[in-house]
């Protein structure tokens, strides 16, 4: 009945996830009622939801990481209830597309019941959105969250007075130690309202029974909506309008119209007339509910008085940055030495011994391809978690919003604005969830333009890369190599945002609004969450998407491209593999790596970066590496229980480093000398080397970034950014290599 | 009771809001966000770089560009 509303939604892979969804929501429904979560950002929604449904939350994977509709289903009493937990939005006239989203769900998907966040301490900007639903006369029960916090700021918010002001239940709720959460389920399955709405001035209740009389005669709007249609049509809501049109309700937007031209000669403004009427009501609301406002000096006040201060501020970001860099490789690199050092020899060695039966090409392909590739990916896991446990804790704490305040001045002067560095500083981590995070600009353009710059930020995958590199080549400067690849990516992003915002991209205009949320300790519980699920991903893809390509490399090398060899112990040089990178490396030869073994490793780094390092091990050792020794039970477990006591044993020796005053130069020689590491010191010069990396960190999304791009973009912009990056690594290696060459 | 409009203001000075300029891109959001005839502004401090502003409006903290603030026009 519905369905003519659905929303012009962003092109996502969603669309088609979301309707199919909707259809199984449908059917569902006659069981077990649906509940929608909505509220503002940051008011503690997510970490509510985590608590009501606990371990049975299912995170779709089809609409990106930071922004996503999610569901679960949980048991209360025996009966059950399909939870849909939605993204935060300030009002349902939607700016960007997760607050589409939002808006689309409480049109089309005809929830049973809304439970409505709100943070105490901000009570009348809250109760804006409560009382935008109640227009959509849907049930409501109301979370009362945060009452902690509110009363830091001095405010003491009585819940009877709330629940007899806005006529629906009241419950007061502290998500992150999980209290009032049973109540609040019992509540919205017994005792939803749909509550006292807004009264508006008699005018507009005239336009909008008129609009709702019309819509009645009509069966294609869901009747639960009609009043808000009527209220946004009067609003002007674009959006609704241009729905609406392309429904076939040109009459009711030619009525609308009449309507609207009625309230301008009586001097009204419907949009200002709206939101004043609610306004005036969430203020009598409020006042109700806080007797008495003793202002005080809030924790946020008193920390942003030195992360936004004027002079302090930019150099405590940098501070920041600085110390979640060292915390990620320090604390991690004994771990990442256990997986690839004692764990893999482990595994390799039991393997060795379990397949003594099989055939030689078989044993190769376990022992010698598999397990140390897969091995080398999974060995940057622990990096990963610590990098992204750092990010979570700066977004979730509220720091991430500071950082896009400092940056606006600067970022306005490549033609964007602060919003856009968020993005930009979680593709440091990993572009493809970066890429869903431009969800939460409001311009099409920006959206584009942010993800077409995205990959040139250098993400983790990359690290192990440079770090083999610098161990190979410039074992003295590191972390100065190390830094200059992160700074070098982030300029080129920035010269092209620059080129792009004057030729092609042009600034839509519209105003900057940043939101600065007050600072939160995160729930160590969600933080670990955020951070789990995003590492999982990148294991997940060790399992599927390398251990593909790295078999699929394996088998390139293994076939003969010259006679006489056999299969599986070719020369690599006289592979398939090695014959085809032999006729592309002439392209490279003006960058200074025109060999056949460096061009063959950059290929699967399309697949994924962190391949890259696992093809140059299967290439430059292929030919020495040795069959591990087979490996008993028993001393396979001591050599993992051995190495796993001196990893803990120096990562938490590694934690009081941290807070030392930076030293360039001194570490990223963790394994100085490890095979993979001579064998590159061996085939590359110093310039070459050089180039090697800029082209690396600069010469293509991986795959699943691209997916990403075309999946928010369509596929033409993705294609654009892969031939446009292509031909900058290039180039940019170029220059390297040349001007490298009389230095070095 | 003088008319001017927000970006005038200096950190730690507050005003009442008169009106959004009509046509402004953001004028619905800053009403959503409570920017309606009546509301007490205050100005907290300014960026780095002197821009942008943050500004408190009831219990809700946000920056805006100074370009954007010049739409915003308070009452002292």
């Known amino acids: 009945m519905s369905l003519p509303l659905l929303e012009p939604a962003p092109r996502l892979p969603i669309h088609d996830a979301a309707a199919c969804l909707q259809t199984v929501s449908r059917l569902r429904a006659a069981r077990a009622p649906r509940a929608v979560i909505v509220g503002n950002p940051n008011v503690g929604k997510t970490t509510l939801v985590n608590g009501l449904a606990g371990t049975n939350l299912k995170v779709g994977n089809w609409s990106g990481v930071t922004v996503e509709k999610r569901e679960a289903s949980l048991t209360f009493q025996g009966r059950s209830v399909q939870l849909l937990d939605l993204p935060g939005a300030y009002s349902l006239s939607p700016h960007t597309p997760e607050e589409l989203i939002t808006r689309t769900a409480l049109l089309d998907e005809a929830p049973e019941v809304a439970i409505n966040v709100l943070d105490a301490g901000n009570l009348e900007r809250n109760l804006y959105l409560t009382l935008q639903l109640m227009d959509f006369r849907m049930p409501i029960v109301v979370a009362l969250n945060l009452v902690d916090e509110a009363k830091d700021k001095g405010m003491t918010v009585e819940a009877a007075a709330l629940e007899r002001a806005l006529g629906v239940p009241v419950i007061e709720t502290v998500a992150s130690r999980g209290n009032g959460l049973g109540q609040l389920i019992g509540a919205a399955l017994e005792r939803a309202e749909v509550g006292q709405g807004v009264t508006y001035p008699a005018e507009i209740e005239g336009s909008v029974s008129r609009l709702v009389a019309r819509m009645a005669q009509l069966s294609t709007l869901p009747t639960h909506a009609h009043r808000y249609l009527a209220l946004s049509l009067l609003e002007g809501d674009p959006s609704i309008r241009g729905r609406l049109a392309a429904t076939g309700h040109a009459d009711l937007l030619a009525a609308a119209d009449r309507e609207a031209l009625l309230l301008d000669a009586s001097g009204e403004d419907a949009l200002i007339t709206v939101a004043e009427a609610r306004y005036a009501r969430a203020a009598q609301i409020a006042q109700a509910a806080i007797p008495q406002v003793v202002a005080r000096r809030t924790l946020t006040d008193r920390l942003d008085s030195v992360a936004l201060h004027r002079w302090f501020g930019i150099p405590v970001f940098l501070a920041t940055v600085l110390l979640v860099f060292r915390l990620t490789f320090s604390v991690a690199a004994p771990f990442v030495a256990l997986i690839g050092g004692p764990l893999q020899d482990t595994v390799s060695g039991w393997a060795a011994a379990a397949l003594s039966w099989a055939p030689f090409f078989l044993r190769e392909l376990v022992v010698g391809a598999v397990i140390p590739g897969v091995g080398t990916v999974l060995s940057f896991l622990p990096t990963l978690l610590v990098l992204y446990l750092a990010m979570s804790f700066l977004e979730d704490s509220g720091y991430m919003a500071r950082a896009a305040f400092l940056a606006d001045r600067m970022m306005r002067s490549i033609g964007l604005d602060g919003r856009a560095f968020i993005p930009l500083i979680l593709g440091f981590g990993c572009n493809v969830p970066a890429v869903y995070a431009t969800r939460t600009l409001e311009n099409r353009s920006d959206r584009v333009l942010v993800s077409m710059i995205l990959p040139f930020m250098s993400c983790s995958a990359r690290l192990p890369v440079y770090i083999i590199f610098a161990a190979a080549l410039f074992p003295k400067q590191g972390s100065v190599l190390v830094w200059a690849m992160y700074i070098l990516g982030m300029a080129v992003a920035f010269a092209f945002a620059f080129v792009l915002r004057r030729t092609s991209l042009k600034n839509e205009g519209g105003g900057v609004l940043l939101e600065l949320p007050p600072y939160r300790l995160p729930a160590p519980r969600v933080l670990w969450k955020h951070a789990w699920r995003r590492t999982a991903s990148f294991a997940r893809r060790a399992r599927t998407t390398v251990l593909g390509t790295v078999a699929v490399v394996w088998l390139l090398l293994a076939i003969p491209a010259v006679s006489g060899s056999k299969f599986a112990s070719v020369r690599p040089a006289d592979s398939l593999f090695g014959t085809v990178s032999m006729w592309v490396s002439p392209v490279f030869a003006p960058l200074g790596f025109g060999t056949w073994q460096a061009t063959g490793a950059l290929v699967p780094g399309f697949v994924a970066k962190e391949v890259v390092v696992a093809t140059l091990g299967q290439i430059y050792l292929g030919e020495q590496a040795a069959t591990p020794a087979p490996l008993g039970l028993f001393a396979g477990l001591k050599t993992a229980a051995l190495g796993t006591w001196t990893a803990v044993k120096e990562s938490v020796q590694a934690i009081p480093t941290v807070l030392a005053l930076p030293s360039l130069g001194a570490d990223a020689s963790g394994d100085a000398k490890s095979p993979l590491a001579a064998a590159l010191a061996k085939a590359f010069t110093p310039a070459a080397g050089l180039a090697y990396l800029v082209f690396v960190l600069l010469y293509t999304p991986c795959i699943a970034t691209v997916g990403a791009i075309q999946a928010e973009h369509g596929r033409k912009i993705a294609w654009i950014t892969v031939a446009y990056q292509m031909g900058t690594a290039w180039v940019a290696g170029l220059i390297v290599y040349q001007v490298a060459r009389l230095f070095l | ?76």
Do not use: C, N, Q
């Open chain 2, 1 to 76: 009771m003088s008319e001017t409009t927000l970006d005038t203001l200096r950190p730690g000075e507050a005003a009442h809001i008169i009106g959004l300029t009509p046509g402004h891109p953001l004028r619905r959001r800053l009403m959503e966000l409570g920017f309606i005839r009546g509301a007490k502004v205050s100005v907290l401090r300014t960026a780095p770089m002197g821009d942008p502003v943050e500004l408190r409006l009831g219990g809700t903290e946000l920056a805006l560009r100074r370009a954007d603030l010049e739409s915003v026009r308070v009452r002292l």
